[in-house]
């Protein structure tokens, strides 16, 4: 998606939690849809599912009519979202990026000499570290298998 949330911070522009209500997705049992971007990183963000990505689709689709109409276009039909934990932009695919960020810290710690890109990339190291594991614990939540029906043991 396209659509770009600016002035978010924190667990909404990292995608724990919903850019509309701020309900935190670790600890609510709130199903997310994907619906923007957060502009700094261009890294996924998610609504609720309802009622706040309702709201922001009935918005979406009220702007949708009225360019359409003043462009003198037909109603297009909108392919659905894929699954937000597994896909590339998902929660699982920000996991991958800050596992990355936190190998390239580790790199840069072993060549740097000064304080000063010391304590920045520490401080980069922790903000990701702990976004890492919190994400991991998203994704096992929202891929934990109920008792007794299937799944790898």
Not at 78 to 100: I, K, N, Q, T
Not at 121 to 144: C, I
Request: proline share 4%.
């Amino acid at each position: 998606m396209d659509r770009y949330f600016w002035n978010i911070s924190g667990p909404k522009g990292d995608g724990l939690a919903c850019v509309m209500c701020g309900a935190n997705f670790i600890d609510a049992r709130v199903t997310s849809v994907p619906v923007g971007r957060n502009p700094v990183d261009e890294s996924q963000v998610f609504a609720c599912k309802d009622p706040c990505a309702v709201s922001l689709a009935e918005d979406a689709e009220r702007m949708a009519r009225e360019m359409r109409a003043a462009a003198g276009l037909d109603d297009v039909d909108v392919p659905e979202a894929d699954d937000p934990v597994y896909g590339v932009d998902g929660h699982f695919g920000s996991l991958l990026r800050d596992l990355r960020t936190l190998a390239g810290t580790e790199a840069l710690l072993t060549t740097a000499d000064d304080n000063a890109h010391i304590r920045f990339l520490l401080s980069l190291t922790a903000r990701h570290a702990e976004t890492a594991m919190m994400r991991a614990r998203l994704v096992l939540a929202r891929t934990k298998v109920e008792d007794g029906k299937g799944g790898d043991d």
